[in-house]
T-cell receptor, first 113, second 116 residues
């Protein structure tokens, strides 16, 4: 039981490049989330999903897209990376029926130069 | 919307007790969470309060007053390993989606340093 895993752990991009971050969970959770964490800003929700095939915008969705084609996977895409997207990205999942805690992945540290 | 406020930094000594406060303003309150996050690691769940009162779990306790929009996390018998950031998060109901779970909004975290 690996819980929530994220790929990759680290990445350096040049401005304008694209990439996809992968989140996988093996707990059969319905809810999945993508957050970014910046110094002094706390965790901010980018996008989330309440089930396979559904996604919704969070607080800071601009510049990101997501897809949830399979229940266990939640992908975060950056189509044209910008330096402002340098951050640590965390994925989380939660069971619909409770308990209502979110389980976090180990994070992806992304630097855009 | 929501407005979650917690102190930026706190310090304490080993063996002491520390209380980390969190105030919030939100429509459709649906639960308050505390998470612990060590440097370079992911947040881990500490506690969940949805009703008023105190929830105790070992050395950690969490209190909620919904009428005051206030919570605190109490850490007893502090240890060096308790040095971490403590995140207060509020769940808000989403009336337009008819969901009772909604999204989680995090405060900026309180960095606790425990000195020997």
């Amino acid at each position: 039981n690996a819980g929530v895993t994220q790929t990759p752990k680290f990445r350096v991009l040049k401005t304008g490049q694209s990439m996809t971050l992968l989140c996988a969970q093996d707990m059969n959770h319905e809810y999945m989330y993508w957050y970014r964490q910046d110094p002094g800003m706390g965790l901010r929700l980018i996008h989330y999903s309440v089930g396979e095939g559904t996604t919704a915008k969070g607080e800071v969705p601009d510049g990101y897209n997501v897809s949830r084609l399979k229940k266990q996977n939640f992908l975060l895409g950056l189509e044209s990376a910008a330096p402002s997207q340098t951050s640590v990205y965390f994925c989380a999942s939660m069971r619909l029926a409770g308990p209502y805690e979110q389980y976090f992945g180990p994070g992806t540290r992304l630097t855009v130069t | 919307g929501q407005n979650i406020d917690q102190p930026t930094e706190m310090t304490a000594t080993e063996g002491a007790i520390v209380q980390i406060n969190c105030t919030y303003q939100t429509s459709g309150f649906n639960g308050l969470f505390w998470y612990q996050q060590h440097a370079g690691e992911a947040p881990t769940f500490l506690s969940y309060n949805v009703l008023d009162g105190l929830e105790e779990k070992g050395r950690f306790s969490s209190f909620l007053s919904r009428s005051k929009g206030y919570s605190y996390l109490l850490l007893k018998e502090l240890q060096m390993k308790d040095s971490a950031s403590y995140l207060c998060a509020v769940r808000e109901r989403e009336p337009d989606r008819g969901s009772t779970l909604g999204r989680l909004y995090f405060g900026r975290g309180t960095q606790l340093t425990v000195w020997p």
